[in-house]
């Protein structure tokens, strides 16, 4: 098994563009999530996914925008890029009961 | 509101000796409780996950305790070791409608010193 990637690793964004952050998984588990991690502080939650085609916002789900096609697959869409979206975004999964886990990491700078 | 809080915020000790992280929270209904180990610049990394009925579990030198009366976690590293050095997360689920969402502690940052 892969796991939970990631792409890209890194990306660098000029205001007001846009995106799509990747987020795959292959252990077939129903839930899917993607925070972020702002420097020295925890991960919040931006949105989150119980199974294909249903998805619910997170604590911080502005600017963000996520869809379910199917249950491998988890993208997370930057509408407008902010300098404030600076961050570095964690993708997880996790069977239901089951531990999370976490793919590796992908880091956004938004001039 | 759904909460999850770590203690301390940081923490200091030298190499072999033990310590414990804590972690108390206001999810409610409870699913399981986990703890997250996150070296710099790495993905969390599971370490325990403990389900209502379980008051211990343990994971190498890691010991994870909780008591789902007062909400209390606490995580015990044993013998510690310069690898030791991250930061460590507590992660509480809640069940049936909450099952998606998960609260995060900010964590609790630890060095370990030779």
């Known amino acids: 098994n892969a796991g939970v990637t990631q792409t890209p690793k890194f990306q660098v964004l000029k205001t007001g563009q846009s995106m799509t952050l990747q987020c795959a998984q292959d252990m077939n588990h129903e839930y899917m999530s993607w925070y972020r991690q702002d420097p020295g502080m925890g991960l919040r939650l931006i949105h989150y996914?119980?199974?294909?085609?249903?998805?619910d916002q997170g604590e911080v789900p502005n600017g963000y925008n996520v869809s379910r096609s199917t249950t491998e697959d988890f993208p997370l869409r930057l509408l407008s890029a902010a300098p404030s979206q600076t961050s570095v975004y964690f993708c997880a999964s996790r069977g239901f009961g089951e531990t999370q886990y976490f793919g590796p990491g992908t880091r956004l700078l938004v001039l | 509101k759904n909460q999850v809080e770590q203690s301390p915020q940081s923490l200091i000790i030298l190499e072999g000796k033990n310590c414990t992280l804590q972690c108390n929270y206001t999810v409610s209904p409870f699913s399981n409780l986990r703890w997250y180990k996150q070296d710099t610049g790495r993905g969390p990394v599971s370490l325990t996950i403990?389900?209502?009925?379980?008051n211990t579990k343990s994971n190498g030198r890691y010991t994870a305790t909780l008591d789902a009366d007062t909400k209390q976690s606490s995580l015990h590293i044993t013998a510690s070791q310069l690898s030791d050095s991250a930061s460590y997360i507590c992660v509480v689920s809640g069940s049936n409608t909450n099952a998606g969402k998960s609260t995060f502690g900010d964590g609790t940052t630890l060095t370990v010193k030779p």
């Open positions: 996914s119980v199974g294909a085609g249903i998805t």
């Open positions: 403990m389900t209502f009925s379980e």
